[in-house]
């Protein structure tokens, strides 16, 4: 043990610390960095981050960018809504326990998921992107126009959707914090797990190499359209978290905007690494909710109501200054950081989507 | 490189998994001669006062009322051709660049909104009249749109996507992060909802008549413009020399920058071009319906939608995919079912969707789309 | 071994950096001996009411500067806040401004920031009809808080959610229309009429109210139309409104993005239509005036109100009002020079009746707002308030009963015109019996057309030149 502390490089060790401090902060949670802090922005970051980390396995391990995964968080959460709320405001309310709730809306999302993935997997780089963007689209409008599932006004009253252990979320945010910890957890490792499956290994082989893989006789959309069930399954956990935190959904949660806000959640955080779901959405949220106090904020043309131009030039700042994202940059730094070799290369360790051309060329 | 089928054998049978694949062509086939046979003969119109049934729609069938099918039929090629304006420069930025312009919606509203300002000038801070908006009033300010559109565009290019060519998902990130600055820039600038007059000649009392169809002139003028840009766009890339270079690029970037050929200063030509359409649609759009915060992803929305559908990149798929979405939101608006009060005509936007995905099952890169 | 050395010292600092962190954030959180009253203000900044978010913060300013000795940081921005102000000795503190888009979702993200981060103890807002919805699901959720609606105009907030702590000193957006059936029925002689309304849940209310009011009087709507937001071309909507010859005129109830594209394709489908005896509406119909091509040709037409007269309104306690408002903004961003216009701004005027009601609660508990907010909610519940434009009172679901007005509209060169036509008088949510916590909420099919006698049916009072008659 001692020679491998010896051999850590003084990046390895920042992570090291970085992670570890950041571990032992979330698993504080309120103790640490008070109430509002936790239950309201790291709550957010846990269930942004869980969706993002869907966005990023199918980018970084399938090719794919997918503008779905808000879509699926939504129905994930509209599900629950339907089927467990009662009373007498909006959907279904078709008063199930939680448990089937949850169970549905993990079924159906994950299902429709699998019937994306179907129809999209037979493309790939940009054109995948504009069809999961359709999909997330028509998901809004359908939502919109069907009454009976739900309007424009949404559903509220998810907060008392929790399964009995946990309780209503309003009453108790701990509970839903350490949920959306446990979660986050969970999902990472799950991840990381598949990965390293067989079908993970084919996964990537068919990112890199869909014809040839083809040839080695792996059948490519099923690999795809697996991914896609998978990465909908992450996102229906998202959208439960999601449900419960703020006891209401309607279309306008899973609008263009939204869709955009995931996509800069990954991107900032890294498209390449899952890791980088979870910081991407800290930053994201953080500067949401701070940003318009920001006094430079004023000065630059900006007033503070004009908040997302800020978050757009930040975002455009990262993806010029690296296509990884924070932790792109972190790499790029750690080069020239002693005990390390030469700077590694700007460019991500992923093929370019749609580029992928190059390696089936 | 997309995934392409395997080379099919010479001989084959007919398994369950071809049945299965035919099976979206069939349905659609199927969706559509169905949908035919309703609208002309099937449907009759809903009643004043009572409920109607699954057979009433607001006009009923063709066959009974032709006037308002013809109408129908020129509402959606008029669309089109406003839709076939905006999304033909979205489609040939990326036929060239391989780059998805998503700040698109905003060039078209920021020069919709440029060209609303100007008008407002020219005619006086908007006299209210009818009959003083002269011809070059909504010209001058469409084509001075245009160009300051296309410079905005050109702007853009030079700045961040020059550099970063070739990396694709980067640059539609890029493209995301100006559409979010220029959209929230905008708002500040047009709080309010906006709206450009036509020039009298065709303005809003202005009605052609078409075979005893009464037809808004207004709308004509835009299908006009559209098929005068869709033949001139044809033929600069047919006949010109940059023309060439652009559909050579489209097929072999690399082959033709290996040639000797300026490629930077075609791609920035195309860029140029693509933008100034956005904001000569934007100038027709803003005089079609009207100018607000949000506009800008509708049109965006819609540019992706016509060019899925149609293929990206290719002109005539811009056309088609232009057309069918049309089409489709135009008619399903009109004759899906109006049975009681509650339903079904709201449900429209739907069937654009069930259009992209049936199309996209069937032919994975749109119409005319081919592999890159 | 360096290696090491370092790492530990990275480790300490970041442990130190984070142990300093966690004390800041522990001591900024420590209560001063004073108690002050925290208050919270939503508004939308970005999406379709953007350009209103300096309208509804200078409204409830200006009630705190007006009622509570307040003074406004800078008489140009109200988003700088203010200084000052006081009841019964308990300072007010605005802990923030709450930037929405419109959204529910959004709606919500910014309540919990007000309420749970900035420690708001009351919340006034939010702006629309969808986000209410929302908060007052919150508020249901947060009974030891207290929140005043800011403008919002959805019926279900007050007649479905209905929370104990959830107020609203305005009409809904039905109320908004009331009298307006009647005044076509009676004054253009229009028996059938069709309707065309957004397909969202203001839409819905919005109508509502029309079909309510038109149809108590014997009026007859004849086909009901819904284009979806965000509509690009209109024309297959509109064409299913029936033609000309067969109604008397047509309810115009499409906002957002569509006002004017609807109108054009309305104009294109059926030539002449569009004309001031034809087409009728609400409150969207007002921002017409400002387009050319669409105004000249519906001016002169009625459309119901938003709550306040309009610019030709002349009662001495509206002019001493407008006086009092000028004295407190010059101008407001993105709305200019501070009016006539911008006090009868319906956004303002709502904001402000809530700042100015809240105040008028905590005067009557004497500032405490501790232990319990129950008796200032109590004390909210029978607030009257005597406007310049009439009295504002609660009813049992703490939704204001409020006089209303109807317009007419007219183009003029660069700006919107308004002049007042009736004031109706004591307009309650219910419509005489028509919505009800257990009927259905309006939608797309809701109300049913029916005859019933209204309770302000022929007490409307005409307004002349600026006077009511």
Not at chain 2, 5 to 13: C, F, I, S
Not at chain 3, 353 to 366: F, Y
Request: aromatic share 10%.
């Amino acid at each position: 043990m001692r020679r491998r502390i010896e051999e850590l490089t003084v990046a390895q060790g920042v992570e090291t610390v970085v992670v570890a401090a950041a571990l032992i902060v979330a698993a504080l949670g309120a103790h640490a960095v008070g109430d509002s802090f936790a239950h309201n922005l790291l709550t957010s970051v846990f269930w942004y981050g869980i969706a993002a980390s869907s966005l990023i396995f199918l980018s970084a391990y399938g090719g794919m960018v997918s503008l779905a995964q808000v879509a699926f968080y939504g129905i994930s959460a509209f599900v629950i809504g339907n089927a467990v709320t009662t009373g007498s405001v909006k959907g279904l309310h078709l008063g199930y326990d939680p448990w089937v709730g949850i169970v549905l809306a993990i079924v159906i999302t994950t299902a429709l998921g699998l019937l994306l993935g179907a129809v999209a997997s037979r493309s790939a780089g940009i054109y995948f992107l504009m069809i999961t963007l359709a999909f997330g689209v028509l998901a809004n409008t359908f939502f919109g126009s069907v009454t009976l599932l739900s309007g424009f006004s949404g559903i509220s009253g998810l907060e008392a959707t929790t399964p009995s252990v946990l309780g209503n979320s309003v009453a108790h945010p701990d509970r839903l914090y350490y949920v959306g910890l446990v979660a986050s957890l969970l999902v990472y490792f799950l991840i990381r797990y598949l990965i390293r499956t067989p079908f993970g290994i084919a996964l990537q082989g068919i990112r890199d190499d869909p014809v040839r893989m083809a040839s080695l006789g792996y059948n490519v959309p099923l690999h795809r359209t697996l991914a896609m069930g998978f990465g909908a399954f992450v996102a229906s956990i998202a959208g439960l978290i999601y449900g419960w935190q703020f006891g209401h959904v309607d279309p306008g949660s899973i609008n263009l905007e939204q869709v955009i806000f995931l996509l800069i959640i990954a991107v900032t955080g890294s498209l390449f690494k899952i890791e980088g779901a979870w910081l991407g959405a800290l930053v994201f949220v953080v500067l949401q909710d701070y940003a318009r106090n920001i006094p430079l904020v004023h000065y630059v043309g900006i007033s503070d109501q004009r908040f997302d131009t800020l978050i757009g030039v930040i975002f455009l700042v990262i993806v010029l200054l690296n296509p990884g994202g924070l932790l792109g940059i972190w790499d790029w730094i750690k080069g020239f950081l002693p005990g390390s070799g030469s700077p590694s290369p700007v460019e991500p360790p992923v093929a370019q989507t749609g580029s992928a051309g190059g390696a089936g060329a | 490189m997309v995934p392409t089928a395997l080379p099919r054998p010479a001989v084959r049978r007919l398994s369950a998994y071809d049945v299965l694949r035919r099976l979206p062509l069939v349905l659609t086939l199927l969706g559509l001669l169905v949908a035919g046979i309703y609208i002309l003969f099937v449907t009759t119109p809903l009643p004043l006062s009572g409920n109607g049934s699954w057979r009433t729609t607001t006009f009923g069938s063709a066959i009974d009322d032709p006037v308002d099918f013809a109408k129908t039929f020129l509402d959606a090629i008029t669309f089109a051709g406003l839709l076939f304006v905006v999304a033909s420069g979205f489609t040939l930025i990326f036929g060239l660049m391989r780059a998805v312009n998503m700040a698109h919606g905003s060039l078209f509203l920021l020069g919709g909104y440029i060209a609303f300002d100007l008008q407002q000038y020219f005619t006086n801070a908007g006299g209210f009249g009818l009959e003083q908006v002269d011809a070059w009033e909504w010209f001058v300010p469409a084509i001075v749109a245009a160009v300051a559109v296309a410079g905005v565009g050109l702007l853009m290019q030079q700045l961040f996507l020059r550099w970063t060519q070739g990396q694709e998902l980067r640059q539609a990130l890029i493209t995301i992060a100006v559409s979010i600055i220029l959209a929230d820039q905008m708002i500040q600038h047009w709080p309010l909802q906006d709206s450009l007059a036509w020039p009298s000649f065709i303005g809003p009392n202005n009605f052609a008549h078409i075979g005893g169809v009464e037809y808004a002139w207004s709308r004509l003028f835009i299908l006009g413009v559209a098929i005068v840009i869709g033949i001139a766009l044809y033929l600069w890339l047919q006949r010109t020399r940059t023309g060439m270079v652009i559909r050579a690029g489209v097929d072999d970037r690399n082959m033709v920058s290996a040639l000797g050929v300026n490629i930077q200063r075609t791609f920035a030509i195309a860029f140029v071009v693509g933008s100034a359409l956005a904001g000569f649609g934007g100038a027709m759009g803003g005089a079609f319906s009207s100018l607000a915060p949000g506009v800008d992803g509708q049109w965006l929305l819609n540019s992706l939608v016509v060019v899925i559908i149609g293929g990206m990149g290719s002109l005539g798929g811009a056309a088609a995919g232009a057309f069918l979405y049309a089409f489709v939101f135009t008619f399903s608006a009109a004759y899906l079912p109006t049975s009681g009060l509650d339903c079904c005509t709201e449900y429209s936007p739907i069937f654009t969707f069930v259009l992209l995905i049936a199309v996209l099952a069937l032919r994975p890169l749109g119409l005319f789309g081919r592999p890159a | 071994m360096s290696h090491r050395v370092r790492l530990g010292l990275l480790i300490a600092v970041v442990m130190a950096v984070l142990a300093a962190a966690t004390v800041a954030m522990a001591s900024s959180s420590g209560n001063s001996a004073a108690s002050p009253i925290k208050i919270g203000i939503l508004s939308d900044c970005q999406g379709a009411f953007g350009a209103q978010y300096d309208a509804d913060l200078g409204g409830a300013i200006a009630a705190f500067v007006q009622y509570a000795g307040a003074k406004a940081k800078d008489a140009t921005d109200p988003s700088k806040g203010m200084t000052g102000g006081a009841v019964a000795g308990h300072p007010l503190q605005i802990v923030g401004f709450g930037c929405s888009n419109d959204n529910a979702q959004r709606a919500i993200n910014e309540t919990k920031r007000l309420v749970e981060q900035l420690g708001a103890d009351i919340l006034i807002g939010p702006l629309s009809g969808d986000e209410a919805v929302a908060v007052a699901h919150y508020a249901q959720q947060h009974p030891k808080k207290t929140f005043i609606n800011g403008t919002a105009g959805s019926q279900d907030p007050t007649l479905q959610i209905a929370p104990k702590n959830f107020f609203r000193y305005n009409g809904d957006g039905a109320q908004w229309n009331a009298g307006i059936g009647d005044l076509l029925y009676h004054k253009l002689h229009w028996r059938k009429a069709a309707i065309i309304m957004d397909d969202y849940s203001f839409g819905w209310t919005s109508a509502a109210g029309i079909i309510a009011d038109f149809c108590a009087v014997g009026g007859q709507i004849v086909k009901r139309v819904f284009p979806p937001l965000n509509t690009t071309d209109y024309s297959s909507y509109v064409r299913q409104l029936p033609a000309p010859n067969k109604v008397d005129g047509y309810f115009w109830v499409v906002g957002g993005t569509g006002t004017v594209a609807s109108l054009k394709a309305m104009q294109q489908a059926y030539p002449g239509s569009v004309s001031k005896t034809k087409i009728s509406g609400n409150l969207f119909l007002e921002v017409t005036g400002n387009f050319q091509q669409v105004a000249p040709l519906i001016s002169g037409a009625y459309t119901g109100g938003f709550g306040t007269p309009g610019t030709d309104y002349k009662a001495p306690a509206a002019l001493a009002y407008v006086a009092q408002q000028e004295k407190i903004w010059k101008s407001l961003p993105q709305l200019g020079a501070m009016n006539t216009a911008n006090a009868y701004n319906g956004f303002y005027f709502n904001y402000y009746k809530a700042a100015w009601a809240l105040v008028k609660g905590l005067t009557a508990v004497k500032g405490s707002i501790t232990p319990s907010q129950v008796p200032l909610q109590q004390a909210l519940g029978k607030v009257v308030l005597n406007t310049p434009f009439g009295t504002v009172k609660l009813d049992k679901n703490r939704q204001a009963i409020e006089g209303e007005w109807s317009y007419q509209v007219f183009a003029q060169p660069g700006k919107t015109q308004v002049s007042t036509v009736q004031y109706i008088p004591n307009v309650d949510q219910s419509f005489g019996g028509t919505f009800k916590h257990t009927s259905p909420p309006p939608g797309r099919t809701q109300p049913p057309c029916t005859k019933r006698s209204l309770p302000w049916v022929g007490k409307e009072k005409p307004v002349v030149n600026g006077v009511i008659k």
